[in-house]
């Protein structure tokens, strides 16, 4: 391959930045330099799609109505554990109105067993949603009970009835889950553990670093059952003809799904389309189609007819995922000049009937330490399976590990920022420290119990970390029209979190126009390949390809041009809809009359992510270094009702070169406001004695709604690691991780009482400050 | 037809899910009015036709966004559904089915109500506005400018269902604090979390309004 050495900024503007040499494929464009010297990239744009969001004109998979298309409705078991005996669908398909009637069964014909409840049974195809809906309840299945275990403690036990009887390898749907086993290790319910990550395994010795300590903090620190409640429900509507299969999915991954169905129907891919124009939210529980998908395929399949299948709200609590809960013992050793001697770190939680239950990588990695280990075992109980939900396992192993911090800067009497400050080794998040505690004026901060009365207030830290994952199966098509249209196109789906607007900001960059003249086209696997939306790994996978196949247009657009002034095509340049040359100001064309000069009528470049600059930590796409965040929380208590309130919250995050700030101030505000809600509201309540969840809703499920929404404060802190043509990185995940342990930590700091469990009730507050009587 | 007589006859409970909607349906979109003494005084307004009418397909007319429809539909059908799969607007959207998420706010002669919480039968002869009728003409209510200028929307799907609210806000008090924006936006859920751009967004329409 062809390279040549290039300067890029390197590091932290106001701080470290200075320039680094990097060898680089000679096909990518020259480096940008740092934002405040671009056009479009690193400003704040209005999203592409914003207009069709506030009219209503936005098609999301539920809004897809297609000629003679049917409403499906799926038909989900009453009973957590049975084997069925029968199903008796008669009358079903006897009410007018209904078109097909689909069982689900195993390949060799027989029922599969119920595992919990929600599991889905069978599915109509009808008419209206209302006639479907009346259609399953007018199926009758005879189930065979069967003993059954809801709750993780009980569930270990060697007497609890066993979900699966052989090792399984299952695991909760969605990109990176967290730290996984292969499930065949275990006995009863109990699988794993696992003890390692591609970060590595467990490092030094243990007793040897307790022995060191001067202080230790053991403590058990215990999450709930997060489901995501995405606002449009998981599902497809699919249009199965013999000649493919047109699917319009509510995904986080286009590709995922056509790979899913075509496997599943032993079909060819290109047989196989996926579309997500629009699509309404997914947190991580919508890689997978699975088990809808399938079954609205079958029943295209059988009526002839396309399908329109989107889950009820009960149906998304139950069967779509979520984030299983943790029970996680850590034991932490520092000596007295707070240099850390031990991490030990043993999680239980359970995914239900799936595997995926572990704590992440932040006691591994967020703070360095010889001495470490961890072993993350799944507890499986009957319920419905987990899926990744924002940062999986790390925002429950961060609850943990960012209190246990705070509790030995406590032992250590030293202020848990300067803590912090001390055994951080991290550049980037020492800059997140400084500038937050500004804004913050951590200066405020006090020992806890300095609060007194009835009102008590309080502040807290907290920080996470979180990989720069790239995925390199990620490709990019820029097309130029000469009747003047710049379009971009790319597999890839816009979730919401803005991945429309930042491929026509890079685009616009490269072409010297406005982010709103560019074209978007995405979320259709008719276009190339692109990455799922996981792992926060979007923005670096798509954009650097997205800039260089601008750039390819560009320069086969420049050769034309150079050929007709004869000069050399590196001597243009685009800017403000004209393309110039660079030594001679007489010569100047606007972009338009250009691209009108065209040979064709169109040119085509596309590029697929390159390796990092510099390579890789992992050949994967794992990046070297990390994406930082540190948030402080400001909290009020009263100490009478043991209601509590997150009043402020400022989140110092860093995501390499931004490209929209409005947009990563729209995702942070939400990461924290999700934190916030996992912390004080949300919880999974299960029926130990049914087996049923009894908050499959919104109103009962509590989850933060506008009166609970704290004042966020979110500061983006630019830092260029050179390592790919844009240096962008997502935001998506880092945003939650810290706020739940920054609330828990403020909630100390006021009431002088550690809270070891979310979410944090008043009946918890309470029975802690009864506690403090005693 | 057994269908026909079970259908109508109230369940086991002596409640049929169409006086429960009747009840429930034409209040408010979240608990706002519940503040303003309305809900019971919808309750009361609400119509007695005292006849039964269906399962099968009856027609109901009704003004949605200035025009006269005429909408073939089960009784059973509720306003939510009558507008996106027999209207074709399919910007109000469905998120909980039970009146509690305010995704599905419409107005009904001017006033904010949960559609999936309103038999469409009940609305004959009166005007529904949805997010569509909102921008006559294409020219954008100032709401909807703001939440474009502002970021008001992620993932977009709360998004209808909170401007519906936010520019009733605005009709009702051209003046609103913060506070005033959090409590009438307090039944609409966002589950991307976008609630500080909607609070900036409404607050900056009501600004270019006066």
């Known amino acids: 391959m062809d390279t040549r050495k290039e300067k890029f900024p390197y590091g932290i503007p106001d701080h470290n930045l200075t320039e ?31 207009r069709a969001k506030v009219t209503g004109e936005a098609k999301y998979t539920s809004d897809i109505r297609l000629p003679g298309m049917l409403y499906a409705k799926i038909l989900t078991a009453k009973v957590p554990h049975a084997s069925i005996r029968n199903i008796n669908t008669q009358e079903a398909e006897k009410l007018p109105g209904v078109h097909a009637v689909h069982i689900l069964r195993n390949e060799d014909n027989s029922y599969p067993d119920v595992k919990y409840v929600g599991q889905p049974v069978a599915a109509v195809a009808a008419d209206s949603l209302d006639i479907a809906r009346q259609a399953t309840r007018m199926i009758q299945v005879d189930y ?147 088990p809808y998908g399938p079954v609205a395929a079958i029943l295209s399949q059988k009526t002839g007819r396309p399908v329109w299948l989107m889950l009820e709200r009960k149906e998304e609590h139950l069967m779509a995922g979520n984030r299983p809960n943790s029970i996680h013992y850590l034991k932490i050793g520092a000596k007295k000049d707070g240099t850390l001697t031990a991490i030990q770190q043993r999680s239980h939680g359970t995914a239900g009937v799936a595997l995926g239950a572990g704590v992440g990588r932040v006691a591994q990695i967020l703070y360095e330490c010889p001495n470490f280990a961890t072993e993350q075992y799944d507890v499986l109980t009957f319920a419905g399976p987990g899926a990744a939900w924002r940062a999986p396992g790390n925002v429950q192993g961060a609850f943990g590990v960012e209190q246990a911090i705070d509790e030995l800067a406590e032992k250590l009497n030293l202020n848990p920022l300067a803590y912090r400050d001390k055994i951080d080794q991290s550049e980037v998040r020492k800059v997140l420290r400084q500038r937050g505690a500004k804004q913050f004026d951590w200066s405020r901060w ?18 996470s970390t979180w990989p720069r994952f790239v995925d390199l199966d990620s490709t990019v098509e820029v097309k130029i029209y000469r009747d003047g249209a710049v379009e971009v196109r790319s597999g890839v789906q816009d979730i919401g979190t803005g991945t429309k607007t930042i491929m026509a900001q890079i685009v616009a960059e490269e072409f010297g126009l406005k982010t709103a003249d560019v074209i978007v086209r995405i979320g259709d696997t008719i276009f190339p390949d692109a990455p799922g939306s996981g792992g926060s790994k979007v923005t670096g996978s798509i954009t650097p390809p997205t800039r260089n196949a601008a750039y390819k247009a560009k320069m086969e657009l420049f050769k034309q041009i150079a050929q007709q002034w004869q000069t ?139 009166m609970e929404i704290p004042a966020i404060e979110p500061i983006i802190v630019e830092e260029y690691p050179a390592l790919s043509s844009t240096d962008a990185y997502g935001i998506g995940e880092p945003a939650n991780i810290a706020t739940a342990a920054a609330v828990a930590n403020a909630v100390y700091n006021a009431i002088g009482m550690r809270m070891y469990e979310i979410p944090i009730t008043p009946a918890r507050i309470l029975k802690a400050l009864n506690h403090l009587d005693q | 037809m057994q269908m026909k007589e079970d259908s109508n006859k109230p369940d086991t409970n002596g409640f049929t899910r169409r006086k429960f909607l009747r009840g429930a349906g034409i209040t408010t979109a979240g608990s706002v009015l519940l503040n303003t003494g309305l809900l019971a005084a919808d309750f009361h307004s609400a119509p007695e036709t005292g006849s039964y009418m269906g399962p099968d397909a009856v027609t109901v007319q009704m003004q949605i966004n200035g025009q006269m429809e005429h909408l073939t539909i089960e009784p059973r059908t509720t306003l939510a559904t009558a507008l996106r799969d027999h209207a074709g607007l399919t910007g109000t959207k469905v998120v909980c089915d039970r009146g509690s998420c305010s995704a599905c706010t419409v107005w009904i002669d001017g006033k ?99």
């Open chain 1, 20 to 50: 680094i040499e990097r060898e680089i494929p000679a096909d990518e464009p020259p480096a940008w330099p740092v934002n405040d010297q671009l056009q479009e990239v690193g400003k704040r744009r209005i999203r592409v799609d914003a």
């Open chain 2, 112 to 210: 904010p109500v949960n559609s999936c919480m309103t038999l469409a039968i009940d609305v004959g002869g009166r005007e529904v506005t949805t997010i569509e009728g909102l921008a006559p003409g294409g020219n954008l209510h100032p709401v909807q400018e703001a939440f474009i200028e502002h970021d008001a929307s992620q993932c977009g799907y709360c998004t209808p269902g909170m401007i519906m609210t936010c520019a009733h806000l605005l009709k009702e008090n051209p003046n609103p604090t913060l506070e005033d924006v959090k409590i009438a936006t307090r039944g609409n859920l966002c589950r991307c979390g976008t609630y500080p751009h909607v609070f900036k967004a409404t607050l900056a329409a009501a600004d270019k309004m006066k």
């Open chain 1, 568 to 706: 050399d095509a590196t001597k243009l340049v685009a800017s403000n809809g004209m393309i110039l040359h660079k030594d001679d100001a007489s010569k100047k064309v606007s972009l338009k009359e250009a691209l009108q000069r065209m040979r064709t009528g169109q040119i085509t470049a596309s590029a697929s992510r390159s390796d990092d600059y510099g390579g890789f930590a992992q050949p994967w796409g794992l990046a070297h270094g990390h994406l930082g965040s540190v948030q402080f929380a400001e909290v009020t208590v009263n100490t009478d009702t043991g209601m509590v309130k997150v009043d402020r919250i400022v989140a110092a995050h860093s995501c390499g070169r931004p490209i929209n700030l409005t947009q990563i101030e729209s995702q942070i505000n939400g990461g924290v406001i999700q934190g916030v809600s996992y912390a004080l509201y949300e919880d999974r309540v299960m029926d130990e004695a049914t087996g049923h969840m009894m908050n499959p809703d919104v109103d009962r499920y509590q989850i933060a709604y506008s």
């Open chain 1, 144 to 290: 065979l009970e069967k003993p059954f275990v809801i709750d993780v403690e009980q569930a270990m036990k060697p007497e609890a009835p066993l979900v699966f009887d052989a090792p399984i390898a299952r695991q909760a749907d969605g990109g990176d889950v967290g730290v996984v086993h292969d499930g065949s290790k275990g006995q009863g319910n109990l699988r794993g553990p696992s003890t390692s990550s591609f970060f590595g395994g467990p490092r030094g010795d243990l007793e040897a670093g307790f022995s060191q300590a001067d202080v230790i903090v053991e403590q058990t620190y215990r999450t709930q059952v997060q489901t995501h409640v995405p606002l449009e429900t998981h599902g497809v509507v699919i249009d199965w003809k013999p000649e493919g299969m047109t699917v319009y999915a509510s995904t986080q991954s286009t590709k995922d799904v056509r790979d899913e169905l075509a496997d599943y129907f032993d079909l060819p891919k290109s047989r196989v389309r996926v579309i997500c124009e629009f699509m309404g939210g997914g947190f991580g529980a919508k890689h997978s189609t699975s």
């Open chain 1, 446 to 463: 006090k020992p806890a119990g300095s609060s007194t009365g009835t009102i008590r207030k309080g502040l807290g830290v907290a920080q």
